[in-house]
Nanobody
Framework: QVQLVESGGGLVQPGGSLRLSCVAS????????MAWYRQAPGKERELVAR??????????YYEDDVKGRFTISRDNAKNTAYLQMTSLKPEDTGVYYC???????????WGKGTLVTVSS
């Protein structure tokens, strides 16, 4: 059983930056692809960024709206995934969830989320 714990959310002004962290425990971290989803008020949860497992090369994917502003990374020695967010916009506001899925597929986990509010 994998547990994911997010941190780093908060209130930030437009144009500001935040770094979210997701610490994983209970599994072999390198076997899992990691991703960040967000859910804005009144909207469905959507994928923001993903980084593949180590066996699959650690490649990254970004949703169009965050390309060039957000960077996903993983520190396999610390069992931690990060989402560096820059040039934040009010529409980036939402609860950000960490997600992991085993490279063979099927087994996946969610964190409880961390709230990001972009407002002046």
């Amino acid at each position: 059983q994998v547990q994911l714990v997010e941190s780093g959310g908060g209130l930030v002004q437009p144009g500001g930056s935040l770094r979210l962290s997701c610490v994983a425990s209970g599994g072999i971290f390198t076997d899992y692809a990691m991703a960040w989803y967000r859910q804005a008020p009144g909207k469905e949860r959507e994928l923001v960024a993903r980084i593949s497992s180590v066996p699959n090369g650690g490649t990254t994917y970004y949703e169009d709206d965050v390309k060039g502003r957000f960077t996903i990374s993983r520190d396999n020695a610390k069992n931690t995934a990060y989402l560096q967010m820059t040039s934040l916009k009010p529409e980036d506001t939402g609860v950000y969830y960490c997600y992991s899925i085993h490279w063979r597929g099927g087994v996946h986990y969610w964190g409880k989320g961390t709230l990001v509010t972009v407002s002046s």
